[in-house]
């Protein structure tokens, strides 16, 4: 009896421990094969997402936005030579306005490159070999070209009229004398232009109109 009982616990325990151990396997299995299907869903949703036709769109946006970012800075940098460009010759043509003077119109351009205002070293050797003689140096008159081309006889015409305007008490010759371009001055100074003495656009307009008042009355 005594042998008997302990047979039937000894059975009793391989059984118990067979299917704790099943157990245990098959919770092991289950999670391994969760884990696998859980790794498997985040590929497949890599996939998706790579092969999904938003992505494409926001790509497409991302790299449109990064070019447009690049063409801008460009263009940006571009425009600004362009402007400094304009400035320096603005300056230059600034320089000659000398009314003849090609002494002082090489003297006037040796400043900007000494002050550093001509940037560009191919038009900097430029200028320093032309001022190198000042006989070769190219000046403007007191009148805007432009004027010139529009109306000859501009010059006589401001004469004229800056004499009846009690500033100009030269000759009537059609000639840019110092003493025209400091009537002019004169006449800048008292209807607030820049007093340049030199007669652009801008300070015709303003002649001829305290000339046509002063007939007017």
Same mark, same amino acid.
């Given at each position: $009896?005594?042998?008997s009982?302990?047979?039937m616990?000894d059975?009793?325990?391989?059984?118990?421990f067979k299917?704790l151990?099943?157990k245990?396997q098959?919770?092991? +299995?289950?999670e391994?094969?969760? !884990?696998?299907e859980? &790794? %498997?869903?985040?590929r497949?949703?890599?996939?998706r997402?790579?092969?999904? /036709?938003?992505t494409?769109?926001?790509?497409s946006?991302? !790299?449109?936005?990064f070019?447009?970012g690049i063409?801008?800075? #460009? &263009?940006?940098r571009?425009?600004?030579?362009?402007?400094?460009q304009?400035f *320096?010759? @603005?300056?230059?043509l600034k $320089?000659?306005?000398t009314?003849? @003077? &090609?002494?002082?119109?090489a003297?006037?351009l040796?400043f900007?490159?000494?002050?550093g205002?001509?940037?560009? +070293?191919?038009?900097?050797?430029r =200028?320093?070999?032309?001022?190198?003689? /000042?006989?070769?140096?190219p000046t403007?008159g007191?009148i805007?070209?432009r004027? %010139?081309?529009?109306n /000859?006889?501009?010059?006589? *015409?401001? &004469?004229? *009229?800056?004499?009846?305007?009690k #500033?100009? #008490?030269?000759?009537i010759n059609?000639?840019?004398t110092?003493?025209?371009?400091n009537?002019v001055k004169?006449? *800048?100074k008292?209807n607030?232009?820049l007093?340049d003495? $030199?007669?652009?656009? $801008?300070?015709?307009?303003k =002649?001829?109109?305290?000339?046509? %008042?002063?007939n007017?009355?």
């Amino acid at each position: $009896m005594l042998v008997s009982g302990s047979f039937m616990t000894d059975n009793i325990s391989n059984t118990s421990f067979k299917e704790l151990k099943a157990k245990i396997q098959n919770e092991l +299995d289950l999670e391994i094969l969760k !884990f696998s299907e859980e &790794q %498997k869903a985040k590929r497949e949703g890599k996939r998706r997402w790579i092969n999904s /036709p938003l992505t494409a769109i926001i790509l497409s946006a991302i !790299f449109t936005l990064f070019g447009t970012g690049i063409g801008a800075w #460009y &263009q940006g940098r571009a425009n600004m030579e362009l402007e400094k460009q304009r400035f *320096q010759a @603005d300056l230059i043509l600034k $320089m000659i306005e000398t009314n003849g @003077d &090609q002494k002082k119109a090489a003297l006037n351009l040796e400043f900007l490159i000494k002050t550093g205002l001509i940037e560009n +070293d191919s038009l900097k050797e430029r =200028i320093e070999k032309i001022i190198e003689n /000042p006989v070769n140096v190219p000046t403007l008159g007191i009148i805007d070209t432009r004027l %010139k081309e529009k109306n /000859p006889t501009i010059v006589k *015409q401001i &004469q004229e *009229q800056l004499k009846m305007l009690k #500033y100009y #008490y030269g000759e009537i010759n059609g000639l840019e004398t110092s003493e025209l371009s400091n009537a002019v001055k004169k006449f *800048q100074k008292d209807n607030d232009l820049l007093p340049d003495g $030199m007669v652009s656009f $801008m300070t015709i307009s303003k =002649i001829e109109n305290m000339y046509n %008042k002063l007939n007017s009355n």
